[in-house]
């Protein structure tokens, strides 16, 4: 007998995850929003670096419901610094002058600071989610 290639069956603990996770996502977006409108210089910078990595966790969690929050966060943190990194090279200077969503999701200069404040957002990420799990385990 083959083993079955369909994904697993959608459970209620899945759907709750991902419906929490969506949730996470909207806070978050809403925050930088909040943090852009409502401060400004080093502090408003380096928040939206953080919630930035915030938002990547709680969109690994909504794709991959199952999957522990070291895992989440570190997956988070890494696409993040990829991103960082790569603006070490023209690409994504290059695509941020022709796009308003690649200049907000790929950022045009390369600031190492940032990648300590991605490291605080993937901690955030990760202690919310551990969190999260606690509560839907009562």
């Known amino acids: 007998m083959r083993p079955s290639t369909r994904p697993p069956a959608l459970t209620a603990h899945t759907l709750g ?76 200077a290059e695509l941020s002058a022709h796009s308003t969503a690649a200049r907000l999701v790929l950022g045009s200069t390369f600031n190492a600071p940032d990648l300590f404040w991605y490291a605080v957002g993937a901690t955030v990420g990760w202690a919310v989610h551990t969190g999260a799990r606690r509560l839907a385990t009562r």
């Open 17 to 92: 995850a991902r419906v929490v996770a969506a949730g996470a996502a909207v806070v978050t977006v809403a925050a930088g929003l909040a943090v852009r409108a409502g401060a400004d210089g080093a502090f408003a910078k380096y928040a939206g670096s953080a919630l930035y990595t915030v938002l990547l966790c709680a969109l690994v969690a909504l794709c991959a419901p199952r999957a522990r929050p070291v895992a989440v966060a570190s997956t988070a943190l890494a696409l993040s610094w990829a991103v960082e990194f790569a603006q070490l090279t023209d690409v994504p």
